[in-house]
């Protein structure tokens, strides 16, 4: 796909599969028709109703935020996910993910000031989720990933930027390790830290075929490009100034899309492990496709650069 036509259409399609995917309660399916992602991630959920928000699709945004303070309010805790109602997730992932809740703070004030919205709409519930966070940030936890624990820069990055829109400093993101992870690239875009983490990124993860991978050592459906890592590269690119780099991340993401609009998680082009992949296909079928996260990121990076209109 290219062309502005076909971004903006591919904006407006994202737009609609983003609401098809989130239930009346609230709560954004990570990816609709793949059960073991049909729950709603804070962190996947945030960056969506961020991402709506940016877009004028405020009530959107405002159902989901509303969905997360009604958690906080119930006392039903501060876990990585929770069923499309509200209720605790009964899987055996991981269930401690501070970057989530971190971001969900941020991503109201960010709706709040960007329109002009009250934020004590949800202040009981920021407020306890900052006592939570201020408690908490220091310890370990699981990554973006659900895969290693520990602390971790983009994790820390999310909490100080929660924390920071609602007038508590003192998070110190530099004492997460010093690993190379594509999440890390969510310091520049859109937290403004960039510290070289840009070129970093693109000079270890960015495959041959201009996709971005998670981790080298990353065995999940064999390690595909991720579409929303691919926009968040143009962003974070965007960022520092490089409009035409940007710009070619937007037509990787755009021509990757299916012919019925969904945006996958990731391909196959350029997997790092190729052996790995027929055993997540024989476990869980193909990579779930649509992923509202990649949806997400497309706007922003259209969005951004002007090329929704």
Do not use: K
Not at 30 to 45: I, K, M, Q, T, V
Not at 62 to 90: C, K, M, Q, S
Not at 202 to 227: A, F, K, M
């Amino acid at each position: 796909m290219s062309g502005a036509t076909t971004v903006a259409s591919l904006v407006d399609r994202s737009i609609g599969i983003i609401r098809a995917g989130q239930h009346p309660s609230g709560g954004y399916a990570a990816a609709p028709g793949f059960p073991p992602y049909e729950y709603s991630w804070l962190r996947d959920g945030s960056f969506i109703a961020d991402a709506m928000s940016r877009n004028g699709e405020t009530d959107s945004a405002e159902a989901f935020f509303d969905w997360a303070a009604r958690i906080v309010g119930d006392g039903r805790g501060f876990d990585a996910r929770y069923t499309l109602e509200g209720d605790a997730d009964p899987t055996n992932w991981p269930h401690r993910q501070l970057d989530g809740w971190g971001l969900w703070l941020w991503a109201v004030a960010e709706h709040c000031g960007r329109h002009g919205v009250d934020r004590v709409r949800w202040g009981d519930a920021a407020e306890a989720t900052c006592d939570y966070l201020e408690r908490e940030w220091r310890n370990p936890c699981t990554d973006w990933w659900e895969e290693r624990v520990g602390l971790h820069r983009a994790t820390l990055a999310c909490v100080e930027a929660g924390l920071l829109a609602w007038g508590i400093e003192g998070v110190d993101v530099w004492i997460g390790e010093d690993r190379v992870d594509a999440s890390q690239l969510c310091l520049v875009w859109p937290f403004s830290r960039p510290e070289a983490t840009t070129e970093r990124i693109r000079s270890t993860l960015l495959s041959p075929g201009g996709g971005v991978h998670r981790h080298l050592d990353d065995e999940y459906y064999g390690g595909g490009e991720w579409l929303l890592l691919t926009a968040l590269l143009g962003l974070a690119e965007l960022e520092e100034g490089d409009e035409d780099a940007a710009r070619t991340r937007l037509a990787w993401v755009a021509e990757r899309a299916e012919p019925n609009g969904n945006l996958p998680e990731q391909t196959r082009e350029h997997v790092l492990h190729p052996d790995g992949y027929e055993s997540w296909v024989d476990r869980w079928g193909p990579p779930p496709s649509p992923l509202l996260w990649s949806h997400a990121m497309f706007i922003d990076l259209a969005l951004e650069l002007g090329a929704d209109e």
